[in-house]
């Protein structure tokens, strides 16, 4: 009798030996023991992420997760405004924004800009007629930022003889020294183009003297009744001055004699001679820090998405693709315009009214929105969700294959998403997506996780965008194996984005 009970002893204890071996011999996404044992934890299970606004619920020892993401409505949102100056000149800005150092300088209110008479040479600084902003600029420039200033430039014809400079100027009014940027002209008869140089001049009351100059040859730029702008900035790290029109027509480095901290910037013009008549204007000045003024960026659009920007009018100013970066570079300085075809155009580095339009690369509008003023150097942000919306941990420090499965949705109307795997060295899965209301793809592709020190060996990555007030309820299956799949693990993801 006692030998028999012993047999039977033994054979449950093969049997269970058998269970057990098959249990760690195959993957599964929980498993139980019978008895008074408490169930024994998962071998790959899911984690909270702590990103905020992911709320996460966890059942069946992290195997099946519930994750709900309220997710911004689309929008787009100034992030930064790189200028610390604009200025559309609508309303007379001399002495309330502008300070005018030299010559006369006045508001022409019929062309809402500023305008200096030709024929007038300052007593001081070299003969350069000054008007800068009202805000004091030494703080960057001692810090060795850049510092970028635009504006729109045009003259009418000139009579007379000469040589004319317009101008980006950098001054110390406490130093009596400056530099200008900009325009050599020596006008032509006609307006068949000027004879035009790039100067990077620096002056002190030991007179002037040239950092760079470039001969351009003969153009428009100049030309009387041409839209025209002079851009420029100096790196006051590098010490490096540039002009740029379109493109980089010129740069100069700042010998250490020749350097000194400015205080103010502004827009400046010279001529030769006295005997000259006409007028020149300058309209839209900005002046950014660490960000081109020809330039606006939009950030967080999916790449191959198209970006519109268009006039308080709703003509088109400027179109770009964003790129793999997700960034859209909208080129906000003017073309060069016949005035005497298009005599109101003033739509360059500012954009008074003007509407930023999203498109998916489908063509689908996804958010239009105006704003009071579009600046050089702002940037906007596509609004939406990106980031961790599971962990997924391991128990063993085993690399294992993972992939998601996309099983049921519901909702998503006008919604996008893409859902990714990755692993903790940053491998990115193709995406499970969304597109405005259908999966056009149903699964990952399977990528390779490994926990390192800690458990964690990978996440559930999200980029979402969706309207508010819609919801998005996702059923996905995510599977593991550590034996090439021969065995599997599922765990399952409940998953609602929620636009607000």
Request: hydrophobic share 40%; aromatic share 14%; charged share 15%.
């Amino acid at each position: 009798m006692r030998g028999f009970v012993f047999g039977i002893l033994v054979m449950l204890l093969l049997m269970i030996t058998f269970l057990v071996s098959i249990s760690f011999a195959s993957v599964y996404s929980y498993r139980w023991v019978s008895g008074l044992v408490s169930a024994a934890s998962p071998v790959v299970y899911f984690s909270d992420p702590g990103t905020p606004s992911v709320s996460v619920s966890l059942e069946n020892h992290g195997t099946k997760a519930l994750a709900t993401v309220n997710v911004p409505g689309i929008d787009l949102e100034l992030d930064k405004r790189n200028a610390i100056f604009y200025d559309t000149f609508d309303i007379n800005p001399i002495d309330q924004r502008i300070i005018d150092l030299t010559c006369n300088w006045s508001w022409n209110s019929t062309a809402e800009a500023m305008q200096i008479v030709a024929n007038q040479r300052a007593m001081t600084y070299g003969g350069e007629c000054i008007a800068v902003a009202d805000i004091d600029i030494s703080r960057y420039a001692s810090a060795g930022r850049r510092i970028f200033v635009a504006s729109l430039v045009w003259r009418t014809a000139f009579t007379g003889s000469g040589t004319h400079y317009f101008d980006v100027i950098y001054i110390s009014t406490e130093l009596s020294r400056l530099y200008t940027i900009g325009f050599r002209n020596a006008p032509r008869t006609g307006r068949t183009g000027d004879s035009i140089t790039s100067d990077i001049l620096y002056w002190s009351t030991t007179g002037w003297q040239t950092i760079a100059s470039r001969s351009l040859g003969r153009s428009t730029t100049t030309e009387y009744w041409y839209l025209s702008y002079v851009t420029s900035w100096i790196d006051f790290s590098s010490w490096t001055a540039y002009h740029w029109n379109a493109t980089l027509l010129n740069n100069g480095y700042i010998g250490s004699s020749y350097r000194f901290t400015p205080n103010y910037v502004g827009v400046g013009y010279r001529t030769s001679t006295t005997r000259v008549s006409g007028t020149v204007y300058f309209d839209n000045l900005v002046v950014t820090v660490d960000a081109y003024p020809w330039l606006v960026n939009i950030t967080d659009v999916p790449p191959g998405w198209r970006v519109v920007l268009r006039s308080a009018t709703g003509g088109v100013i400027s179109t770009a693709i964003a790129g793999i970066s997700g960034v859209a570079s909208l080129n906000v300085a003017p073309p060069k315009l016949d005035l005497t075809v298009y005599p109101n155009y003033r739509d360059g580095f500012i954009i008074a009214g003007g509407a930023i339009e999203v498109y998916d690369d489908g063509n689908n509008l996804v958010v239009l929105k105006q704003f009071d003023y579009i600046v050089g150097g702002d940037v906007y942000r596509l609004n939406g969700f990106r980031g961790y919306v599971l962990r997924i941990d391991s128990g063993i420090a085993q690399p294992f294959q993972t992939h998601l499965t996309l099983t049921q949705y519901t909702g998503c109307s006008n919604s996008y998403i893409w859902i990714y795997l990755v692993n903790t060295t940053g491998i990115l899965s193709t995406p499970i997506t969304i597109y405005r209301g259908s999966a056009d793809s149903l699964s990952t592709s399977v990528i390779v996780m490994r926990r390192g020190a800690s458990s964690v060996a990978g996440y559930i990555y999200v980029v979402a965008y969706i309207p508010e007030g819609s919801r998005c309820s996702l059923l996905m299956e995510f599977r593991y194996s550590f034996s090439n799949w021969a065995t599997y693990g599922t765990n399952i993801v409940n998953a609602t984005f929620v636009g607000v």
